[in-house]
């Protein structure tokens, strides 16, 4: 039992050192990125100023004139020097993209080798505590911890879910916002005399937005599942435009009727927004609880990990 032990330990190690080296790349591949784009633009740059010394070289215009007014020397001793500088901007920058590709190269190489260290190292686990099991060694604890990793595990996969299913009703909601503003504008257009056109505008915005609250409310749906109190009273009375009504306005445009409708697109715009808005409090308060229950979470990890290799 104790060389599986120092292999468990082993593996912890090595386990705990690929994260690390997923986190080191994730930052040097954002570094690499910016350091590409940095380079690109003192190529450009080099490339500009190389072509400004070809032209007063050559029998250019530009030349010419700059010969007629006695700085054409001064002018190009300027622009030599502007090349020297560009081209040591440019070879610095190249130097730094190549040590940042080689880092990552290195730790990719690494990373690679580490690969399979999760898996083995879950494997060993489970060794080491069935043989504990067997042995009474610290079993009642080992089961106790073991459970709560596992309650843990689950609670967390369903928090996941519940955010994912929050941010993509709140990204529906976004659009419904975008069509719904969009209407309200045209309405405004239609009030002051924009006629059957912007009437037209107004209710395919509105139809649009009555589409995209359609897949809203599928979502609500995935969401309550996660959250029985959300309270969707609020929908239930949205985007309720009769085609009588949509005929009137249309039909028989004036004041009366355009400013009804327009009063009814903002009172829809601002349900939206106080939809959204509880919305977005709800996947917030979620995502600080999947934070605390992750942080408990490898608390128990650990002490699982030291209960197994004491």
Do not use: P
């Not at 993209?97 to 190269?105: G, L, P, R």
């Amino acid at each position: 039992m104790d060389e599986l032990r120092k292999k468990v330990k082993l593996l912890i190690e090595q386990q705990a050192r690929y994260e690390k080296i997923q986190g080191i790349l994730i930052c040097l591949q954002n570094e690499l990125l910016q350091k590409q784009q940095t380079h690109k633009k003192f190529e450009s740059q080099l490339s500009k100023e190389e072509a400004d010394v070809i032209r007063l070289e050559k029998k250019t215009v530009s030349k010419i004139i700059h010969s007629l007014i006695g700085n054409l020397e001064n002018k190009l001793s300027k622009e030599q020097e502007e090349v020297v500088k560009a081209r040591a901007k440019y070879r610095i920058s190249l130097q730094e993209v190549e040590e940042n590709e080689y880092q990552i190269h290195k730790l990719e190489e690494e990373l690679e080798s580490l690969k399979y260290c999760h898996d083995e190292l879950l494997i060993s686990k489970e060794q080491l505590k069935n043989q504990m099991m067997k042995t009474h060694e610290g079993a009642n604890e080992l089961l106790v911890v073991d459970n709560q990793i596992v309650l843990g595990g689950i609670n967390i996969k369903e928090i996941k879910e519940a955010i994912a299913a929050g941010e993509h009703c709140l990204e529906i909601l976004g659009k419904v916002k975008k069509k719904l503003s969009s209407a309200s504008g045209w309405s405004t257009i239609d009030i002051i005399g924009g006629g059957v056109i912007s009437d037209l505008m107004k209710y395919d915005k509105m139809d649009k937005a009555q589409i995209e609250m359609n897949h809203f409310q599928q979502g609500l749906l995935s969401f309550k599942k996660e959250l029985s109190d959300l309270n969707d009273d609020v929908t239930s009375q949205m985007f309720q435009f009769s085609t009588v009504e949509k005929f009137f306005d249309i039909a028989f445009d004036n004041i009366f009727s355009d400013i009804s409708t327009s009063m009814k697109i903002d009172k829809r715009l601002s349900d939206v927004f106080i939809l959204y808005k509880d919305i977005e409090k709800r996947v917030q308060d979620l995502k600080v609880k999947e934070k605390h229950e992750v942080i408990d979470y490898e608390a128990l990890n650990v002490k699982l990990n030291q209960l197994i290799i004491r």
